[in-house]
């Protein structure tokens, strides 16, 4: 990437440098020169908004992998507690079945003493 980059502004140069050698007579070289320098200084702070979208993209690409990371661990987490309530309710009802059902035959055979 950088070294098209590079390619790019070595073409950009030479195809200025064409265009001064056949400036206009109306044109002098000095004020060529300082429109080059002009749209130098404008590609220079293209180049570093660019930069800096590319920083701050990429700090947001992390952030957001860390969040992504921190859901898929609460998705575990959630799942097996979810694993972890369906077993004691599966306890629960079998201990109803076995133990509370019986509350009936228990007290007939109290009341039976």
Do not use: C, W
């Amino acid at each position: 990437k950088k070294l098209k980059e590079k390619q790019d502004a070595i073409v950009g140069l030479l195809q200025n440098i064409s265009r001064s050698l056949v400036l206009p007579s109306d044109v002098t070289p000095a004020s060529h020169l300082r429109d080059m320098e002009d749209e130098l200084e404008f590609k220079s702070k293209q180049l570093q908004n660019s930069e800096t979208t590319q920083t701050r993209l990429e700090a947001e690409l992390i952030k957001r992998d860390g969040e992504l990371e921190k859901i898929e661990s609460l998705d575990v987490k959630i799942s097996m507690e979810l694993q972890q309530v369906e077993t004691k309710m599966r306890q629960y009802e079998q201990d109803m079945a076995v133990k509370y059902d019986l509350v009936d035959n228990m007290r007939s055979k109290g009341e039976a003493r």
